[in-house]
C-alpha cells in the first residue's frame, strides 16, 4: 500500500515560515497529482496547494503569493514552502497523493502534520 510521511510542521511566530515535507513509499501506480490539504477545528477539509505530473499547479486563494508546492519526482515527494504565516492557517495539514488506477484515481493520505501559528 503506498505511504505517505509527513514533516516540518510545528509552531511559529506571525510572519515566519515552515517548510513542509511529503515522502511517498511503495508506490506501484502512476502519480496523477500531489498535493496538501488542511483541517482546522471544526471546519471542513480544505485544498491549499496541488502539483500535476505536468508541473502545473493550484493554490488556494487564501495561500496565493505566500505558499509555494514543489516536488522531486526522483524521491517521489512533494514540499509546501510557506511563507508569511497567519494565525489562520493553523490547522492539521494533510499531504495527498493521486495516483491512476485503471479509468479513475484514488487517493492516499499522509497521517497529518500540526501547523500552528501565533500571533
Known amino acids: 500500500q503506498v505511504q505517505l510521511v509527513e514533516s516540518g510542521g510545528g509552531l511559529v511566530q506571525a510572519g515566519g515560515s515552515l517548510r513542509l515535507s511529503c515522502a511517498a513509499s511503495?508506490?506501484?501506480?502512476?502519480?496523477?497529482?500531489m498535493g496538501w490539504y488542511r483541517q482546522a477545528p471544526g471546519k471542513q477539509r480544505e485544498l491549499v496547494a496541488t502539483i500535476k505530473n505536468d508541473g502545473s499547479t493550484n493554490y488556494a486563494d487564501s495561500v496565493k503569493g505566500r505558499f509555494t508546492i514543489s516536488r522531486d519526482n526522483a524521491k517521489n515527494t512533494v514540499y509546501l514552502q510557506m511563507n508569511s504565516l497567519k494565525p489562520e492557517d493553523t490547522a492539521v495539514y494533510y499531504c495527498?497523493?493521486?495516483?491512476?488506477?485503471?479509468?479513475?484515481?484514488?487517493?492516499?493520505w499522509g497521517q497529518g502534520t500540526q501547523v500552528t501559528v501565533s500571533s
Open positions: 495527498n497523493v493521486q495516483v491512476v488506477v485503471g479509468f479513475g484515481n484514488a487517493d492516499y
Open positions: 511503495r508506490i506501484i501506480f502512476r502519480i496523477h497529482a
